[in-house]
């Protein structure tokens, strides 16, 4: 019995971070998670450097990063451009994003749905005659921070497109961290009648503190592969519109708890993320890291 | 379909802050909570002022505070003694507190597990002859800090104890937040083949992220009064040992979703909450209370 912990915490984390984050932390912060066992890495983001300044150097992250042989390392790319760095970095992996909504499509990538969904079939076609394995994102799946609600058809519509681009699997994605359990088993149970479960994972913002329920109720679904945060980097809880990712070591805790497999090391996870701190002046806002910080000073380790 | 929130912020919460709050914050504080409908409030403590000097106060909080037709307003009690400043306070409920684990009940409350319950047998006794209902608290009931793993069979055991001395409900509390969802299943699923399910209530701490999950378990295993405190108030996630406790405003989101009605304005349960946040010195945890925040600062409404 196990589970898949996808991180995304160098690039959903610090993509979303106020602070500047040197090269040299940003290797380092990703070296740790490696040897922490994670499975899977994103590590950066091969978008435009003017609009995502955060991931301008995602190239020299992958130069820098040692690789794990247990770990496969991926890349979020927008475009053919996109990919061609991503294949020059040696990405292992790559992602690509589309919204279940209209509006937020327009006004986040400035391409609708369709011409989003366009311009992913030849990215992910060139990616897999590369060699490199492709998964899709499907944002604001659960509600828009413009339109409000969102039809799970709708939904169930554009996964089913994105498969049938070619994705291995679609992370089903509370971008605005809105979703509620009960939410999360109706929409999964609509997906369910045209995806198989191995094909879905989920995606979740603790915005409203409602992520580890929401695990809950997708784990109960099925699902096995679950996108989490080290530190639940993303978004300081106290930040205006915050939105941090679920963390990774809260996660952690989750799923020992209820005896699934990882092959992650928790207490390495939570290395990886204390180093971080100091580099962006705060701290990070997952209460597994900030128990086990606390626990870790009463007994006098550092 | 509705469910209890026991609002336990002035009590719980206030005791576990490191800042003194003036008298007329705390009576703002509970005038504000009875304002937003909550059915219980713990208002405060009649421990020793010298064990617990942030409850000193609570016969003036009693005092001062508006009484709203709609809302029961309890005090927690040591001993007879405090009994008799209750009933002098004229609150409608008492608590009395007995721990799972004996190394807690000795080290928090200087009795020994067996001692405490004959104390409180005297206490729940006299409440109810007074007119007082009481509720019993069953600390450390998912693992003690000291003893670690305390067994189900004993949880089992001191919740009948309890019950038999005439406590309406007992509240199964996770003292520092460890408790797991499965946990949660397994204490309950032992505890219904000794107590109908309407005796018996939660009280969990967000230490480690998984509060609102533990409320899901309890909420499927048909628990319907779930203890919380305004703003996750009770431990800043980022302080040494923090134990905040699950938050209202969290809890009202996850309830509002699965169409339980509470009879509680989540809107102005924020309002009690951001108003302390300057009397304290911090934001407070609660993550959907900072996201209702952001909004309002993005909206312009102060």
Chains 1, 2 share one sequence.
Request: hydrophobic letters at 50%.
């Amino acid at each position: 019995m196990s589970v898949v912990v996808y991180e995304v915490g160098p690039r959903d984390g610090l993509q979303n971070e106020p602070a500047s984050v040197p090269l040299v932390a940003k290797i380092a912060f990703v070296d740790a998670l490696s040897d922490a066992g994670l499975p899977i890495i994103e590590v950066g983001s091969f978008v435009s450097a003017a609009r995502v300044p955060a991931m301008a150097d995602s190239g020299d992250v992958f130069a820098g990063i040692r690789r794990r042989s247990g770990t496969r390392y991926a890349a979020l790319v927008p475009n053919l451009a996109g990919l061609d760095r991503a294949v020059a970095a040696k990405a292992d992996l790559i992602a690509v994003f589309a919204a279940a909504s209209e509006t937020f499509s327009q006004r986040n990538i400035n391409h609708t749905i369709a011409e989003s969904l366009d311009i992913h079939g030849g990215v992910v076609a060139s990616a897999r005659a590369a060699g490199l394995g492709a998964r899709g994102y499907l944002s604001t799946a659960f509600g828009c921070p413009f339109e409000g609600d969102v039809p799970i058809p709708r939904v169930v519509q554009l996964t089913q497109q994105l498969l049938d681009l070619g994705v291995y699997e679609v992370a089903i994605s509370d971008t605005i961290g809105v979703a509620h359990p009960d939410q999360v088993r109706r929409v999964l149970d609509a997906l369910l009648a045209v995806a198989p479960v191995d094909k879905l994972a989920v995606h979740f913002h603790d915005t409203r503190g409602m992520a580890i329920a929401n695990v809950v109720a997708a784990l109960q679904m099925g699902v096995r592969t679950i996108d989490s945060s080290a530190g639940g980097l993303g978004g300081c809880p106290y930040a205006p519109g915050a939105t941090g990712n679920l963390a990774t070591e809260d996660l952690l805790y989750l799923l020992s708890g209820f005896g699934y497999a990882t092959g992650v090391t928790a207490p390495r996870v939570a290395d990886a993320s204390l180093a971080l701190e100091p580099v962006l002046g705060h701290p990070l806002p997952s209460r597994a890291l900030q128990a086990e910080a606390a626990a870790r000073r009463r007994a006098g380790v550092t």
